[in-house]
């Protein structure tokens, strides 16, 4: 039973954020992900529900219509399978006690006996059993009165993770980086960024950071990186593959992990990284875990294709060029995994092979079609 | 102090000439050899005492001319001779002026300043055109202004504009008496060569020209009189001209020609003369394809070819190097040009020529390049590091994006931030299916045995 637009509590904060990712006035898989954390955390404190189900079906609704409304936008799906893997979570540490996953079939569970799970706070938390009454046809807010304390901790985990990224990132940055070294990165990431302030603290190295025309991020990259005292050059895409023999790190950033290992990542991503693998050198993606989407085609070099304004590749100031050329600006680019060495997320460093199984354990297998 | 170091370092055994001597009575040469050495204690000794004297003062000018000498880029192989000479000067002026303290630790610290840079120290920025020295001929100051500017640019078009100038300067050219024309018009032209190397560095193409011309001089009869001579050297440029460039284009332009068929999507990169010859050419005999053109900072010539083809009726995608992924798929064939090609098969070509080579192979999309033998190069470059070119910095080609705020895009060389723009890269002969020049379609490994096999030197 769908509940109606009207009818989900809230709606008129979900609202306000369809119309931002619609309007792409959000910018960033960061902050989308935060203002999805801050409107479901609005709409479950508003809820009303008598059983577990109901605000289950509260949630998915919100997080399509959200989904919806920005399709590109991985994070903002991603941050509604994690909440609703942690209520989930929550609501089975209350009832029965134990940590174990709602999931028969998953494979993860093989995986997970025998390993602690990993701690998102939910059974330590809530001391004991909450007697919960489901369904009680005399008060029906008792049962949301009860859960909902807990739940807001959950939420509030996802949010706490999300504000800490680049910290965690950034712990093992020296580990990584060594002195003298010659890293190439391209476009911003605030993520990459924070990885190599780090490892500045700490290190002597030197960035090449390409511009990634004709969005020209790499322009903001460099001015920050020089500010921040790190020897920096700034060169043109063009120039990737000549200077590719002289580097010794590829960093990149990530829009989207895939479940295969893939990643999404600006459009010149795709070009380091074969260049990259050309000369044997190390390709490495700093992201956050909210990053990691379940889904998974065959036809990913299509699934990353996000057009983005041409004029900033042919102008209309080329007047009688414009109407007779077709111009073509995509904004992502899709990075197979046999191109990426490790991804350095805020949980630990994990390899290309072993993403499905972070899906496994982050998010829950009946949320993956929202 | 290292700038103020490398002027003071002079031939351990010759006079120092760039002294300015001030009233020497007998010139070296009448000098014997004690009072030589003599001469050379005394000064030795003076600058010494004036190193003791002034200490830091005499090494923090330096220093701002260190740092003005590298943002302006005209010094750029300054850093790399100051710390090579920097280490045995401080040696010297430690033993001597007994300063050492003060000398060795600015030394470190301009060590580490410049320690950035070492690795792309030898590119070399092009130094700015100084107002001609000596006698140089108003077509070549025109054309090294032209170069220097970029109003010329690709191979084919250095190579035939600077033939054009030396025929002017032949026609122009008056043999001194006592001298042979033979003899003396290749050292009449040796400063005009200069000249143009300093505006921008020689291309392979302008060096194989030259050294045609330089064969042809040394090469005319003793005893044809004056004017019949250079009639003969302007016909034999001609000659060249025509053959190698000309006739040799027409010939690419059928042969790839062939290789392009009725609904074939072809993809180029930048703007190579020829591969717009060759496209032109086989819309014109009826061949219905599509074009893909590749374009990319710094030099965006891409625009220009983009224009020339739809221009034509060529229907024409445009897209910038980034996006190369998201399109590779759909392509049937790979065309570019070269600067030159070497030995082993490698080609140099513009910056990003590599890029799209590599997306070719991964894709299995073949890479055909279109090439002249007089391009061909009998050194072999291992990477792209051991011979290219910096194009200026600023917004020389306007290729930066109007709707971009203009303080963003237009960054300077700051403390721990340099620009660099490579003009050329090298694509390894693995990336590249086929060669087509004027002699057929050959694999890149087979480069180095042309030349023997057409009997020529070049």
Redesign the interface.
């Known amino acids: 039973m769908a509940p109606e637009p009207q009818n989900i509590p809230g709606h008129r904060a979900v609202e306000t954020l369809v119309a931002k990712l619609r309007r792409r006035q959000v910018v960033g898989s960061r902050e989308a992900a935060l203002e999805t954390a801050i409107v479901l955390r609005q709409v479950v404190s508003k809820a009303r529900f008598t059983n577990i189900q109901q605000l289950i079906t509260v949630i998915r609704e919100v997080g399509r219509r959200l989904a919806e409304a920005q399709p590109k936008e991985h994070s903002v799906g991603n941050t509604v399978r994690r909440v609703l893997h942690n209520v989930r979570e929550e609501y089975n540490s209350a009832t029965k006690g134990s940590a174990a996953s709602r999931n028969v079939y998953s494979i993860g569970k093989f995986v997970l006996q025998g390993q602690p799970r990993k701690q998102s706070g939910g059974a330590a938390k809530s001391d004991g059993r909450i007697t919960l009454k489901e369904n009680d046809p005399d008060d029906q807010d008792s049962f949301a009165r009860a859960l909902k304390p807990v739940l807001m901790e959950a939420i509030q985990d996802v949010l706490d993770e999300l504000e800490t990224v680049y910290d965690n990132v950034s712990k093992n940055a020296k580990d990584h980086v060594h002195s003298d070294e ?1 890293i190439l990165t391209i476009g911003h990431s605030k993520t990459v960024e924070a990885f190599l302030k780090s490892a500045g603290h700490y290190r002597n190295y ?1 960035v090449i950071v390409a ?4 969005s ?1 991020q790499g ?2 990259m ?2 920050s ?3 921040a ?15 590719m ?2 580097v010794n790190k590829v960093i990149l950033g990530a829009h989207a992990i895939l479940a295969n290992g893939g990643l999404f990542a ?3 991503a ?2 380091a990284a ?2 990259a693998r ?1 000369h044997s050198t190390p390709v490495v993606v700093c992201a956050g875990q909210f990053k990691l989407t379940p889904l998974w085609n065959l036809y990913h ?1 299509y699934g ?2 996000d057009f983005a ?1 041409p ?5 209309f ?2 007047g ?2 414009v109407e ?7 904004y992502y ?2 990075v197979g995994p046999e191109l990426v060495d490790v991804f350095i997320t805020n949980d630990g460093d994990h390899p290309p092979s072993s993403v499905y199984r972070l899906i496994k354990e982050t998010y829950d297998d009946d949320d993956h079609e929202l | 102090m290292a700038p103020a170091a490398t002027l003071d370092v002079h031939p351990p055994n010759g006079p120092p000439t760039a002294e300015p001597s001030a009233g020497q009575p007998k010139s070296q040469k009448t000098m014997t050899k004690a009072e030589r050495r003599e001469l050379q204690e005394k000064q030795r000794a003076a600058k010494a005492a004036k190193t003791a004297v002034n200490g830091v003062n005499g090494k923090t000018p330096g220093k701002p001319k260190d740092q003005a000498a590298s943002t302006g880029g005209a010094a750029k192989r300054a850093p790399e001779a100051q710390p090579k000479t920097a280490a045995p000067a401080a040696v010297r002026a430690a033993e001597k002026a007994k300063a050492g303290q003060a000398s060795t630790t600015t030394d470190t610290m301009g060590k580490n300043q410049a320690r950035g840079l070492l690795i792309f120290s030898h590119f070399g920025l092009p130094k700015p055109v100084n107002a001609a020295k000596g006698d140089i001929h108003p077509a070549i100051a025109r054309l090294a202004l032209q170069f220097s500017t970029f109003k010329i640019t690709g191979a084919n078009a250095r190579c035939i504009a600077t033939l054009t100038a030396f025929k002017t300067i032949i026609q122009d050219y008056v043999t001194p008496p006592n001298h042979t024309l033979s003899r003396h018009l290749m050292t009449y032209l040796s400063p005009q060569i200069n000249h143009l190397v300093a505006a921008r560095p020689m291309s392979v193409t302008m060096g194989n020209a030259i050294r045609q011309l330089k064969l042809d001089i040394s090469g005319t009869d003793f005893d044809l009189p004056e004017q019949d001579a250079k009639d003969a050297l302007c016909r034999q440029i001609d000659t060249y001209i025509h053959e190698r460039i000309i006739i040799a284009d027409q010939v690419i332009q059928e042969t790839a020609g062939n290789k392009i068929k009725d609904g074939d999507v072809i993809l180029t990169y930048a703007r190579s003369s020829v591969v717009e010859k060759v496209l032109l050419e086989a819309h014109a005999s009826g061949r219905k394809f599509s074009a893909i053109v590749v374009d990319s900072r710094p030099m965006l010539e891409g625009k220009r070819l983009v224009a020339i083809l739809s221009e034509a009726g060529i229907q024409c995608t445009y897209l910038l190097l980034p996006a190369l992924g998201s399109v590779m798929s759909e392509v049937s064939t790979v065309f570019i040009g070269a600067h030159s090609i070497h030995s082993n098969g490698a080609v140099y070509s513009r910056a990003g020529t590599a890029l799209v080579a590599m997306m070719a192979k991964r894709h299995s999309v073949p890479v055909v390049v279109c090439c002249e033998t007089y391009k061909f190069s009998e050194t072999i470059q291992l990477d792209s590091f051991t011979k290219n070119e910096l194009a200026p910095l600023g917004d020389l080609f306007s290729s930066f994006p109007n709707n971009k705020p203009r303080e963003s895009l237009t960054l300077e060389n700051q403390p721990n931030l340099e620009i660099l723009n490579p003009l050329y890269d090298l694509t390894p002969p693995t990336c590249v299916t086929a060669v087509v020049t004027e002699v057929g379609v050959i694999p890149p490994n087979s480069i180095s045995s042309i030349p023997v096999a057409l009997g020529r030197l070049l």
């Open positions: 010659i030197t511009e990634t025309a004709p020209y322009h903001e460099a001015r990186l020089s500010a005292g790190i020897s920096t050059f700034l060169v043109p895409d063009s120039s990737i593959f000549a200077i023999s002289r600006i459009s010149g795709l070009l074969t260049a050309a070099e990353a294709l304004d004029s900033s590749v042919l102008g100031e080329e009688k060029l007779r050329v077709d111009v073509v600006n995509p680019d899709y």
